[in-house]
């Protein structure tokens, strides 16, 4: 099958943000690559901003599928937490300008809906694995609290950005998810 125009410039757009961050992207720049006129971005996304968001989506869709692979090849729900975390830490670490563009002020999850579908299938993700750790009889509305406190801890000592951490920053990460794992089942 033939790939879009569309398809090509998302693409070329992810392979740009593996060494420069989206905020340095020039659209010029990826038309040129793709020797197409400086007004094919626009054509096909409109703005600039849409542009991003739809490249955040397909490099978060991406991130995505191999978080699912990853959950997928553990047995037990904390050992899928634990293979949650490590596939964003890896998107993070492989990734990064990709992952700054999905979570950053840049763009919203609004602004294509290749990002807003990439986003609600990433938090049902985190959705399916957290609630399989919880005990038996936690309802729902303490589900969504506990993803969000998950996710908040798992980002926020990931994106530490220049704080002095001790140890092993994703050692604390996967203690952090041992120790919201005792809290649960002790309640």
């Known amino acids: 099958m033939r790939e879009t125009l569309q398809e090509r410039l998302?693409?070329?757009?992810?392979?740009?943000?593996?060494?420069?961050?989206?905020?340095?992207?020039?659209?010029?720049?990826?038309a040129e690559k793709l020797d197409v006129s400086h007004q094919a971005p626009y054509v096909h996304f409109g703005s600039k901003r849409r542009f991003l968001a739809a490249v955040a989506g397909a490099g978060l869709r991406r991130a995505t599928a191999q978080a699912k692979a990853a959950v997928a090849s553990a047995a037990e729900p904390l050992a899928r937490l634990h293979a949650l975390v490590?596939?964003?830490?890896?998107?993070i670490r492989t990734?990064?300008?990709?992952?700054d563009l999905a979570y950053?002020?840049?763009v919203a999850k609004a602004d294509h809906p290749l990002l807003q579908q990439a986003a609600?299938?990433?938090?049902?993700?985190?959705?399916?694995?957290?609630?399989?750790?919880?005990?038996?009889?936690?309802?729902?509305?303490?589900?969504?609290?506990?993803?969000?406190?998950?996710?908040?801890?798992?980002?926020?000592?990931?994106?530490?950005?220049?704080?002095?951490?001790?140890?092993?920053?994703?050692?604390?990460?996967?203690?952090?998810?041992?120790?919201?794992?005792q809290v649960w089942h002790s309640q």
């Open 120 to 181: 609600i299938e990433y938090w049902d993700l985190l959705h399916e694995t957290v609630a399989a750790c919880q005990p038996e009889g936690t309802g729902e509305e303490e589900i969504l609290r506990r993803c969000a406190v998950t996710w908040g801890t798992v980002y926020g000592l990931a994106t530490l950005d220049g704080a002095s951490v001790p140890g092993d920053r994703y050692a604390l990460i996967h203690e952090a998810v041992d120790t919201l794992n």
């Open 86 to 91: 490590d596939a964003y830490l890896r998107f």
């Open 10 to 30: 998302v693409r070329t757009g992810l392979e740009l943000l593996a060494d420069q961050p989206a905020e340095r992207l020039s659209l010029r720049q990826l």
């Open 104 to 106: 950053g002020p840049l």
């Open 95 to 99: 990734q990064p300008h990709v992952h």
